[in-house]
């Protein structure tokens, strides 16, 4: 069984910083595809930024230059550093990642992280 566990997650003033980070664990023979994805309240849930095993990246066009997506592959590990914060990041943060495991590649989420920007 795979988990990803999500951390990092609290109240800041606008402008602040904040990094989240998510951790996998389990029975995992390799990680492809690492992102972050948010969940505004009464909105649907958006890419923020993802990552390749390779460490190529991509952002949402609302966050580039602010966030910054990064990778342990030894530990399996995801960061998001998040600078210049607004209140419309204001949302539920949540870790995916593609992963196989024996016998199966498949899409796992983190359980989300509550991040508020507001003064």
């Known amino acids: 069984q795979v988990q990803l566990v999500e951390s990092g997650g609290d109240l800041v003033q606008p402008g602040g910083s904040l990094r989240l980070s998510c951790a996998a664990s389990?029975?995992?023979?390799?990680?492809?595809?690492m992102g972050w994805y948010r969940q505004a309240p009464g909105k649907g849930r958006e890419l923020v930024a993802a990552?390749?095993?390779?460490?190529?990246?991509n952002y949402a066009d609302s966050v580039k230059g602010r966030f910054t997506i990064s990778r342990d592959n030894a530990k399996n590990t995801v960061a998001l550093q998040m600078n210049s914060l607004k209140p419309e990041d204001t949302a539920v943060y949540y870790c995916?990642?593609?992963?196989?495991?024996?016998?199966?590649?498949?899409?796992?989420w983190g359980q989300g992280t509550q991040v508020t920007v507001s003064s």
């Open positions: 990552i390749t095993s390779g460490g190529s990246t």
């Open positions: 995916n990642a593609d992963i196989l495991v024996p016998g199966l590649l498949d899409v796992y």
């Open positions: 389990g029975s995992i023979l390799r990680i492809n595809r």
